[in-house]
């Protein structure tokens, strides 16, 4: 099965290495070649460094993992054959809505279309799409290669089966999934970690 990530930076690159990791085919796009050529470098060092801490995710070597991500910089050659596509693209509401606007002309109705964001609503960013009951919210702890838990957080008019085959995708990657009955201002984990963060200052004033 391929799998398809809109690539930005960190999240990104781990993203595809756990897919990668968990067996299944990757496509990375971006509209820069070199951004996509970097991405790829940067995945290979990893690996490697992973690879000799005994570090590395996943029955299969590097070379095999490798094998399984490909680069594209064009976004209907990029999503054909997906069955998953996970956006990463820097936390600007505008920009995610447009590239999902885009994914929502020209995916079919079995792909689930999922973003990375750690705070935007799904009703603010899938609101109105066709597509929009196989959107949903699969927010990682950065970077996810390292820790596991993921948040899954659906829109409204989100399909039930569409949540549940997100959660069992991130079990099947070796992810840590937590359900989240409805969207809320900030989701769990970012309201948990703040209010943490916040004792932890005033600890230490």
């Known amino acids: 099965t391929d799998f398809y990530f809109l690539f930005s930076g960190l999240i990104g690159r781990s993203w595809a290495m ?7 085919k990757v496509k990375l796009y971006d509209i820069a070649q070199q951004q996509l050529t970097s991405a790829l470098e940067n995945i290979r060092k990893q690996m490697q460094e992973l690879e000799e801490l005994g570090s590395l995710k996943g029955s299969l070597s ?14 209907k050659a990029a999503v054909e054959g997906a069955t998953f596509i996970q956006e990463c693209t820097p936390e ?11 994914l929502d002309l020209i995916v079919g109705d079995n792909v689930i279309l999922s ?21 949903i919210v699969s927010h990682p702890v950065n970077p996810p290669y390292f820790v ?4 899954i957080v659906p829109h409204p008019e989100t399909h039930p089966s569409t949540t549940e085959k ?3 995708l991130m079990k099947k990657i070796g992810q840590s999934p937590v359900k989240l009955n409805g969207e809320i201002e900030g ?17 230490v004033g």
């Open 18 to 24: 756990v897919f990668a990791a968990g067996g299944f």
């Open 166 to 168: 997100t959660y069992a």
């Open 92 to 102: 600007n509401l505008e920009l995610k809505k447009k590239v999902f606007s885009q």
């Open 148 to 151: 596991p838990l993921v948040e």
């Open 115 to 135: 973003s990375s964001t750690s705070c935007l609503l799904p009703s603010k960013l899938f609101t109105g799409l066709k597509h929009v009951k196989q959107c």
């Open 62 to 75: 590097v070379e095999q993992q490798l094998a399984l991500i490909s680069t594209c910089t064009d976004l």
């Open 187 to 203: 989701f769990v984990l970012n309201r948990l970690q703040y209010a943490v963060i916040s004792e932890a200052w005033r600890l």
